[in-house]
């Protein structure tokens, strides 16, 4: 008990702001909801939607909705990441790979991706494979600039040292490539994990049936305010979760940063 | 092993025109010498260093590596002004990372580098990152790696250049120790008069750019050497005559065009 007291005292006095100002707004909202300084027919309470939630999660199909999402999303984001990390390493150590690419690269990372749904499905048909790709494709820019940008910032001076050393073409990746572009590549997928969600429920709105876009838009069709806020608090949630977890990730893999 | 310098000059091509950075340098170490490069900032010193470790190739002449014994392992090894170990890697994979090249086996590589890890009082740190590490801790790191390396001729560019006074003089008195068990040459590059006379066998006095030798010269005192010791009055008149010619190459550079 005396162990968690002290916790508590070692909490910033800026984490306790936070959490204030975030309770009183909470509360001001379910304040205007329960006194009707809004109309209730538009505007749920916190309550609501958290009592909601509870309820569609039991009885109603929220959880498979979450999941369809969550696997979409998951597989897009690895299937665009994956290769991002691969190509974007190479382009960065080689100016020949950089010099090829470089022009497909400028002309397809503006592009809104969304923009290429119509196509796609031309091309794959229509299921869940265009919507995969659609996520793939989102994800792949933005791990791929990153670690281009992360082999650019590894000081000259450490493919000096592995030179002199005599290190292989492998060693000089595993030791000092891959390590040293880690930090800034992370960003890029942080960015990657963000557009993947966009993503996933923007493809969702527009072709799915199932996933948490899809009940979003029906829940709108139907007029079911009640689960348009369920939906919109569960992509949230799910967007607060994956971030912690990659920052979780981040660290494990990124001992040596100096921020810790 | 030896280096043997011949003639070695280098010219780089940048926007503003040719940089003349070496002329003609040619010198030869001797088995586990102490040599001392010394110059005024912007003479070549650097340059000449990164020619010697093969990391950059002179515009004339070449580097000759005498005797070369073993052909596995590295000839020479560089420790550098700051920063040349690397953040991502702990402590005793950063002093094994010339082993590790040499593909020797992980257990092996960590008997070969324990002793001198205990040596430079880095036992307790093997599994520290280099940012949780004082820069003197992080320069031992640097040192030990190149002693371990196998490679008998070991090349340091201004190594103590960024640690205070102190960790200097002790450092200092490490690398002359090491050096002398491990039996490695060294071919040292400062711009620190004092620090080339404490450390050198043979002290090479270079022009300003572009960088020429002016002057070979053997320190004969014995050690140790600093301003209070034994030596104190060669040491002094030492350390006079040099800065009076390094005063000289560092005139000419700053000296009004005519």
Known sequence: ??????KLKEVKRETWISVLAAAFLLGMWEAAVDLNWVNSAFIVSPS????????????????????????RMILGFLAGSIPGLIIGLAMGWSKTLRAILDPVVSV????????????????????ESPIILLIALGAFFPVLINCIAGVNSIAPI???VAQNYGASRFKTFTRVILPGSLPVALAGFRLALGISLLLTVVAELTIATKGIGAMLWLSWQTLRVERIYVAIAVIAALGLILNWLLGIVSRRIVPWRESQ | MKIDCRQISKRFQTKNGIIHALSNISFKTNEQEFLCILGPSGCGKTTLLRIIAGILQPTEGKVIYEGVKDNNKPATALVFQEHGVFPWINVIDNVCFGLETQKISRKDRYG??????????????????????????????GLARAFVS??????????????????????????????????????????????????????ILMTARPGQIKQEINVNLSRPRNVNGEHASEFISMRNEIWRQIKEEVDKTTAPLS
Do not use: C
């Open chain 1, 1 to 6: 008990m005396t162990g968690m007291l002290k």
């Open chain 1, 48 to 71: 609501t939607i958290v009592t909601a939630t509870v309820r569609l999660g039991r009885s109603g199909n929220l959880g498979e909705h979450v999941y369809t999402t969550l696997i």
């Open chain 1, 108 to 127: 397809v990372y503006p592009l809104p991706k969304i923009a290429l749904l119509p196509l796609i499905m031309l091309v794959v048909g229509i299921g």
């Open chain 1, 158 to 160: 450490y493919f000096d």
């Open chain 2, 112 to 141: 070969m580098a324990m002793p001198l890890i205990e040596k430079m009082h880095l036992a307790g740190f093997t599994k520290n990152y280099p940012h949780q590490l004082s820069s003197g801790m992080k320069q031992r790191v």
């Open chain 2, 150 to 203: 196998g490679a008998e001729i070991l090349l340091m560019d201004e190594p103590f250049a960024s640690l205070d006074a102190q960790m200097r003089v002790i450092l200092q008195e490490e690398l002359l120790n090491i050096q002398r068990e491990y039996r490695k040459s060294v071919i040292y590059i400062t711009h620190d008069i004092e620090e080339a006379i404490t450390l050198a066998d043979r002290i």
